[in-house]
């Protein structure tokens, strides 16, 4: 299948690979990214000339003025989908400017270049549109193909579980890398390594990953709010006493 990529960052780059991988044809376009010259499309019409999908991996800020942009040229036989971490807004965004025509599903790849190079078990959630059930049932099929476990889940239950997973354990890592931690972990006990992953994650971003997922999940803000209630509970409880503080169980 030949697909047009929109957007070739870090996710784009990786993306790209993993179908060329699996045998497909990828075309892009992204005039402000470095593209292999064998793969690259001076214009939008270019990239999608003979694709069967239309892949947009912008930051989710740039994906409106995408989809007006790239509007005029999609067509029925074109599958829309976009890549974003968050969901709720970016498929309200596919809903309503691609509508009944164009056949669309949102999709949030969970895994990125540092987890296909460490060839974890890759997940995908897919958003599908009310509108189209044949776009998501062909979304499904080509992640599977690609090796993913599929997660079918509406775009607002996604975005509330992103805020506590996603954002939560970005906004730590943040936090972290800024105070310097995980610079040296020559002497970090084992139950410090696991966050290592998290720290390279948010290392290795260009600060648009961040920013959509604090800024453009609208459960992110009371996720970090609760997140910091708890924190200073904690440290308050610490302060005043010298108490063992047991783990609270796990709610079934």
Not at 36 to 55: I, K, S
């Given at each position: 299948?030949?697909?047009?990529?929109?957007?070739?960052?870090?996710?784009?780059?990786?993306?790209?690979?993993?179908?060329?991988?699996?045998?497909?044809?990828?075309?892009?376009?992204?005039?402000?990214?470095?593209?292999?010259?064998?793969?690259?499309?001076?214009?939008?019409?270019?990239?999608?000339?003979?694709?069967?999908?239309?892949?947009?991996?912008?930051?989710?800020?740039?994906?409106?003025?995408?989809?007006?942009?790239?509007?005029?040229?999609l067509?029925?036989?074109?599958?829309?989908i976009?890549?974003?971490?968050?969901?709720?807004?970016?498929?309200?965004?596919?809903?309503?400017?691609?509508?009944?025509?164009?056949?669309?599903?949102?999709?949030?790849?969970?895994?990125?270049?540092?987890?296909?190079?460490?060839?974890?078990?890759?997940?995908?959630?897919?958003?599908?549109s009310?509108?189209?059930?044949?776009?998501?049932?062909?979304?499904?099929?080509?992640?599977?193909?690609?090796?993913?476990?599929?997660?079918?889940?509406?775009?607002?239950?996604?975005?509330?579980?992103?805020?506590?997973?996603?954002?939560?354990?970005?906004?730590?890592?943040?936090?972290?890398?800024?105070?310097?931690?995980?610079?040296?972990?020559?002497?970090?006990?084992?139950?410090?390594?696991?966050?290592?992953?998290?720290?390279?994650?948010?290392?290795?971003?260009?600060?648009?990953?961040?920013?959509?997922?604090?800024?453009?999940?609208?459960?992110?803000?009371?996720?970090?709010?609760?997140?910091?209630?708890?924190?200073?509970?904690?440290?308050?409880?610490?302060?005043?006493?010298?108490?063992?503080?047991?783990?609270?169980?796990?709610?079934?």
């Open positions: 299948m030949i697909f047009a990529l929109f957007g070739y960052g870090r996710f784009g780059h990786a993306f790209a690979d993993l179908l060329q991988r699996a045998g497909h044809v990828v075309r892009i376009h992204d005039p402000q990214a470095e593209v292999p010259a064998a793969l690259a499309c001076a214009t939008p019409a270019a990239a999608l000339a003979g694709a069967e999908w239309a892949v947009l991996a912008m930051p989710v800020p740039q994906l409106e003025p995408a989809l007006r942009e790239l509007r005029p040229l067509e029925a036989r074109h599958t829309v976009d890549v974003g971490s968050v969901k709720e807004h970016p498929c309200a965004l596919l809903d309503e400017h691609l509508g009944a025509a164009i056949p669309h599903a949102g999709t949030h790849p969970l895994f990125g270049p540092l987890s296909l190079a460490r060839g974890e078990p890759l997940r995908t959630v897919l958003c599908a009310a509108r189209h059930p044949q776009a998501a049932w062909r979304t499904r099929a080509l992640f599977e193909a690609l090796g993913c476990t599929v997660i079918a889940q509406d775009a607002a239950a996604h975005d509330r579980a992103m805020a506590k997973t996603h954002a939560l354990a970005f906004f730590i890592a943040r936090a972290l890398v800024e105070m310097g931690v995980g610079d040296d972990l020559s002497m970090a006990p084992p139950s410090f390594l696991g966050l290592a992953n998290m720290l390279a994650a948010v290392r290795g971003d260009a600060g648009h990953l961040f920013a959509a997922i604090q800024r453009e999940n609208p459960y992110a803000e009371s996720a970090r709010a609760e997140l910091l209630e708890h924190l200073d509970a904690i440290h308050r409880r610490l302060l005043a006493s010298d108490e063992a503080l047991a783990i609270p169980p796990s709610v079934p």
